[in-house]
């Protein structure tokens, strides 16, 4: 079997960040003896690297060392895998009882990323949603849930920031009637999506404090309005807070 990597670009970007992982900071000419690559090579690379913020060079000694970049990446990846082992039995336990599919997004930016999901086994519509799949933080319960739980600012920048449209005749597009909107989903402890992000589908859901103390996860149950009536969401409610409830006692 050939153990090369296919792209040899991508083999050299990492060598040299190992090296310098491995090495306070080095010099051009260091990094080239320790990589046998020509100073032209590991110059083009270097300048990648500081592009995309991974190396930067010091202007005292006008050698190149790490970013704390990679850091932020590997604690993403640990809090992920950590929220997923955590969070999934009651993941599943909210669908077994719920019968409805249910997911686990987290916030990134203005928008909200499907990081695991349970399918109902019982329901013959499957949501088009998947993991890895994105949705808006304004016109989704998942989204609304975490913004009831942002300060006033930083509500106001996600607002701003984001590229707000009538996705459907029920989307929130004005400010003061979304900041009502939230005003409710705090007095009763879950947002919901009235078919604001798509036609034919209702979602109520509930924000997750993470590890660092803010909320940037939630949790939803998303059904067919067919089967999400006024009474049935007043049922889906109290699994969904019960579920919240049971998650940050171990968080």
Same mark, same amino acid.
């Given at each position: 079997?050939?153990?090369r990597n296919p792209i040899q670009v991508a083999d050299r970007l990492f060598q040299v960040m190992e090296l310098l992982a491995s090495n306070r900071r080095m010099g051009l000419?260091? @990094?080239s003896i320790a990589l046998e690559l020509n100073k032209s090579t590991v110059h083009r @690379? *270097?300048?990648s690297l500081m592009y995309m913020g991974y190396v930067r060079? %010091?202007?005292e000694y006008g050698k190149y060392e790490s970013t704390l970049k990679i850091v932020d990446i590997a604690d993403k990846i640990m809090r992920n895998r950590d929220i997923l082992s955590l969070v999934r039995p009651h993941l599943r336990a909210l669908m077994e009882v719920s019968k409805e599919t249910v997911h686990l997004v987290e916030r990134d930016g203005v928008e909200a990323v499907y990081i695991d999901k349970v399918e %109902?086994? *019982?329901n013959s519509i499957q949501m088009v949603s998947h993991i890895g799949s994105r949705t808006p933080l304004y016109c989704s319960?998942?989204?609304k849930a975490m913004a009831a739980d942002m300060s006033e600012a930083d509500r106001k920048e996600m607002w701003n920031s984001s590229h707000i449209i009538k996705k459907t005749p029920y989307t929130i597009t004005a400010?003061?009637?979304f900041e009502k909107n939230l005003e409710e989903i705090r007095t009763r402890g879950y947002a919901l999506d009235n078919e604001e992000n798509e036609m034919g589908v209702r979602c109520i859901a509930v924000s997750l404090k993470g590890y660092l103390g803010g909320y940037e996860y939630a949790l939803s149950i998303s059904a067919p309005v067919n089967r999400m009536d006024n009474k049935r969401i007043k049922e889906l409610s109290?699994?969904?807070l019960k579920t919240k409830e049971d998650i940050m006692a171990k968080l």
């Amino acid at each position: 079997m050939d153990r090369r990597n296919p792209i040899q670009v991508a083999d050299r970007l990492f060598q040299v960040m190992e090296l310098l992982a491995s090495n306070r900071r080095m010099g051009l000419t260091e @990094i080239s003896i320790a990589l046998e690559l020509n100073k032209s090579t590991v110059h083009r @690379i *270097l300048n990648s690297l500081m592009y995309m913020g991974y190396v930067r060079q %010091s202007e005292e000694y006008g050698k190149y060392e790490s970013t704390l970049k990679i850091v932020d990446i590997a604690d993403k990846i640990m809090r992920n895998r950590d929220i997923l082992s955590l969070v999934r039995p009651h993941l599943r336990a909210l669908m077994e009882v719920s019968k409805e599919t249910v997911h686990l997004v987290e916030r990134d930016g203005v928008e909200a990323v499907y990081i695991d999901k349970v399918e %109902s086994y *019982l329901n013959s519509i499957q949501m088009v949603s998947h993991i890895g799949s994105r949705t808006p933080l304004y016109c989704s319960a998942v989204g609304k849930a975490m913004a009831a739980d942002m300060s006033e600012a930083d509500r106001k920048e996600m607002w701003n920031s984001s590229h707000i449209i009538k996705k459907t005749p029920y989307t929130i597009t004005a400010y003061e009637e979304f900041e009502k909107n939230l005003e409710e989903i705090r007095t009763r402890g879950y947002a919901l999506d009235n078919e604001e992000n798509e036609m034919g589908v209702r979602c109520i859901a509930v924000s997750l404090k993470g590890y660092l103390g803010g909320y940037e996860y939630a949790l939803s149950i998303s059904a067919p309005v067919n089967r999400m009536d006024n009474k049935r969401i007043k049922e889906l409610s109290e699994y969904v807070l019960k579920t919240k409830e049971d998650i940050m006692a171990k968080l």
